[in-house]
DNA sequence: CAGAAAAAGATTGTTAACAATTTATGTCAA
DNA sequence: TTGACATAAATTGTTAACAATCTTTTTCTG
């Protein structure tokens, strides 16, 4: 009898996926620092894979502006600059207030269980003082919203901002945790509760404002390449 | 005396973009029909440019949702359902109404000039009843919205957007020519140049909803579905 | 003739080797 | 010691060959 390897869905891109989806975490909560190199070998080495799936990733997260590629040089994590940083909030601000309206006036009793649940997530993260944990939950808040939206292409989108965002706070954070209020989610999260659509986005729309105001262009650049071996499969 | 290749920038992927945008081009003057397929010899020959190009290119249109990707069958121009075009147009929607009235807000005469135009290019196409040029710039005015705005994020998820609009159009579209009614984009310009920002918004909004209505999900699909890979059992 | 099975052909997926470029190392002179 | 220069090593970019899978054609049987 021979056991035949399935594809639940015809689409290519299983392991690149994984890949990709590991950097991006490993951005999200910043254990990747901007501008480190992501060699070919590394990923190969780290993900157990051959070289054509690490290129295939690695242009992937280029394409989603994680990561640059310099000819013949490599591929590096983004180092967004201010301008990268006023685009990616101005984004933000067109989008995600009208979309957390949306959700207020459309969301079911799983949608809410669902963002309740992530909330209670980040207060025992805040409790356990866990700073990784606290940074990518706070994140994963703003594309949970999108998620519960049930909108595939906002939800691609809202990941893409977030994690630039992330690259965004690790390059000009004031360094002051006031960025991870997760008092402000909770807020967000009661209005929409409420049904209270224009609250919602008014709450969203301050507490994206809010994390802007903690940047700080004046300094220069914070660059710690850090080391890979965080990304190394389980 | 040798002559070098020079790099104007020290990103890779010069040739992949042109095969992108062509490729684009051709899907929002729907000269590329949804479903059609795209195997990396015609790309290797259209484009003259070697199989890992062509595949290269090809990765990036489906990370765009663009091309679809099936398992060791090739890459096919992507053919929206009901569902992703519920999606593409509440993202525009969330989107573009909001990003126009900040157009209408802060552009300067630089931008004026380029909006007036391409509606005078529009008008044109229309005098001339050139129908592929007159749905290439109806896209096109869009995505020249974004650009007017200064923020390639939105750019180019406008133009992704926009491209994919124009898939969905090619697969449910009324055949009405009410779609390309110009004179909408001419008075949400003409908004602009008021910089009623409020009206500029509505009347995007507006426009967005009209060619969302010309759409007919009723009638089975325009390109004929291919019924036996459908029933293939994966 | 219809349908299924088998063979041939074409296309995609992967690997490995090679070429081009960059980065690191070592040598030598001032 | 420092700096420039040459060499060696490492990394990326590309090509070609091979393997695996799918598609088409042919052949065979009822």
Redesign the pocket.
């Known amino acids: 009898m021979v056991v035949?390897?399935i594809?639940e869905d015809g689409s290519?891109l299983?392991?690149e996926h994984k890949i990709v989806d590991r950097i991006y975490s490993a951005v999200m909560q910043q254990t990747l620092a901007p501008m480190t190199?992501?060699?070919?070998?590394?990923i190969c080495e780290s993900f157990g894979?051959?070289?054509?799936?690490a290129?295939?990733a690695?242009l992937l997260l280029a394409s989603q502006g994680i990561v640059e590629?310099?000819?013949?040089?490599?591929?590096f994590v983004a180092s967004p600059n201010q301008k990268d940083a006023d685009e990616v909030f101005e984004a933000r601000i067109h989008i995600e207030p009208s979309l957390t309206a949306q959700v207020a006036e459309r969301i079911d009793a799983q949608g809410l269980k669902a963002l309740t649940e992530h909330i209670n997530k980040e207060k025992t993260a805040h409790l356990a003082e866990n700073r990784q944990e606290i940074i990518r939950l706070s994140g994963e808040f703003h594309v949970l919203i999108a998620t519960v939206s049930e909108n595939g292409f906002l939800t691609r989108t809202l990941r893409e901002l977030v994690t630039r965002t992330s690259l965004i706070v690790a390059m000009f954070g004031s360094g002051k945790p006031s960025c991870c209020r997760d008092d402000e989610h909770e807020k967000i999260l009661e209005a929409i509760e409420a049904r209270d659509a224009g609250r919602a986005s008014d709450l969203a729309k301050e507490h994206l404002e809010h994390i802007r105001l903690d940047l700080d262009f004046t300094k220069s650049h914070k660059t710690e390449p850090d080391l890979v071996s965080l990304l190394r499969a389980d």
Chains 1, 2 share one sequence.
């Open positions: 035949q390897k594809h290519s299983g392991e190199k992501l060699s070919e070998s590394t894979v051959g070289r054509m799936k290129r295939r690695l590629l310099r000819s013949n040089r490599g591929a």
